[in-house]
């Protein structure tokens, strides 16, 4: 599974777009894009996923380039509540394995 | 949406004992399960894959002995720490996948904590 580099963390003001950017430069061509995130404690929560089109749902926006090496996640009004670990992962849709990378902790402040 | 819940939610036991950990998909049928588990403050690893009426398959690393799992329907399976030691503590977390893949639903976890 190709790897994904993250900014380890971001702090984004309540009320502004976050965007999360995501490096995955070794993709291959049948691999997904996956977003989840994790509240503290809690189990992990889908966010979004996608191939090569662009992508948005009632939780966020998948913005991925062209050649497919890098991605961004926005969340277009960032709320307390979206504080928490982002995780970026690449992986096949043919086995579901998702490997967790260290993630972006987003800190959404007042 | 899709749920899934574990129980327990955390449990402490004596080392030597072995603990057994469910999850459950409650309104969905969930075709694939998988087991992490979480140290403090790292991120998830990924122990194992299991379908419904198969044997899981094991990541790289973890001990197949020790952590039973079990797929036996289309909504259960369980995680069996077998003769926990206290470096098995940490924060087990399932999910489960329905007919798609590209979706998968995380329990809320179970922290297991060894005397």
């Given at each position: 599974d190709a790897k994904t580099t993250q900014p380890p963390s971001m702090d984004c003001a309540e009320g502004r777009a976050a965007n999360l950017p995501c490096n995955h430069?070794?993709?291959?061509?049948n691999e997904y894009v996956y977003w989840y995130r994790q509240i503290h404690s809690q189990g992990p929560q889908y966010i979004i996923h996608g191939l090569k089109n662009n992508e948005t749902n009632e939780m966020a926006s998948l913005i991925i380039t062209e050649d497919r090496k890098s991605s961004t996640l926005i969340l277009p009004h960032a709320t307390l509540r979206d504080t928490a670990v982002y995780y970026c992962i690449v992986g096949?849709?043919?086995?579901?394995k998702l490997i967790f990378g260290q993630g972006t902790t987003l800190q959404v402040k007042p | 949406g899709a749920v899934v819940s574990q129980h327990p939610s955390w449990v402490i036991c004596k080392s030597g004992t072995s603990v057994k950990i469910e999850c459950r998909s409650l309104d969905f049928q969930a075709t694939t399960m998988f087991w992490y588990r979480q140290f403090p403050k790292q991120s998830l690893m990924l122990m194992a894959t299991s379908n419904e009426g198969s044997k899981a398959t094991y990541e790289q690393g973890v001990e197949k002995d020790k952590f039973l799992i079990n797929h036996?329907?289309?909504t259960l399976s369980t995680l069996t720490v077998t003769s926990?030691?206290?470096?098995?503590?940490s924060f087990y977390i399932c999910s489960a996948s329905g007919s798609s893949l590209y979706e998968q639903y995380f329990g809320p976890g179970t922290r297991l904590t060894v005397t």
């Open positions: 430069s070794t993709i291959s061509g096949s849709s043919n086995t579901g | 036996a329907s289309l926990a030691h206290p470096e098995d503590s």
